[in-house]
T-cell receptor, first 112, second 113 residues
């Protein structure tokens, strides 16, 4: 079955540590997105990529980095510069010829 | 600034009732309006997508409408069931080819058996 796989489901980060969240899709979608979800604030766009080797900052990119070396993969690194990283992170993809999004099941990141 | 608002934030109804969830957006230059469902601790499931040239879309017991001139969309759920209990999110698609989504904060629906 085609879909988006996010791993791990739960992730714990120590102060000052960088962590990487994985997002893999087998839908052959061109565009991929990372969103952050906080209680009461809805989803906010972190980064997005429309083609391989290209990506753009979203509304809250500070403290995050991404790469898009393969069409199927769009990993997100939460760096130590992100001061409040505890949140639920969602990855999504979209076929460039359509508008409908497909979301992964999310990664819950907690700072310990 | 592009903003999407959902009212009410929470709703509790008895099983079998018809209900309407509301979504409003500030920027009428919208390309599409999407409704999603989110179960606790899970990702988003796409329910309906309405293109800016359309007025409504239907899927089973769900009907979504779009009125660009008033900046509003509604999600109508007929004959609600306990399995419909979830958070419902609407999102406006902007930017043409990039289709960046601006999300509302959601409506938490509880259908009581």
């Amino acid at each position: 079955d085609g879909g988006i796989t996010q791993s791990p489901k739960y992730l714990f980060r120590k102060e000052g540590q960088n962590v990487t969240l994985s997002c893999e899709q087998n839908l052959n979608h061109d565009a991929m997105y990372w969103y952050r979800q906080d209680p009461g604030q809805g989803l906010r766009l972190i980064y997005y990529s429309q083609i391989v080797n290209d990506f753009q900052k979203g509304d809250i990119a500070e403290g995050y980095s991404v790469s898009r070396e393969k069409k199927e993969s769009f990993p997100l690194t939460v760096t130590s510069a992100q001061k409040n990283p505890t949140a639920f992170y969602l990855c999504a993809s979209r076929d460039s010829s359509a508008y409908g999004y497909t979301f992964g099941s999310g990664t819950r990141l907690t700072v310990v | 600034k592009q903003e999407v608002t959902q009212i009410p934030a929470a709703l509790s109804v008895p099983e079998g009732e018809n209900l309407v969830l509301n979504c409003s957006f500030t920027d009428s230059a919208i390309y599409n309006l999407q409704w999603f469902r989110q179960d606790p601790g899970k990702g988003l499931t796409s329910l309906l997508l309405i293109q800016s040239s359309q007025r409504e879309q239907t899927s089973g017991r769900l009907n979504a409408s779009l009125d660009k001139s008033s900046g509003r969309s509604t999600l109508y759920i007929a004959a609600s069931q306990p399995g419909d209990s979830a958070t419902y999110l609407c999102a406006g698609g902007y930017g043409g080819a990039t289709n960046k989504l601006i999300f509302g904060t959601g409506t938490l629906l509880a259908v009581q058996p």
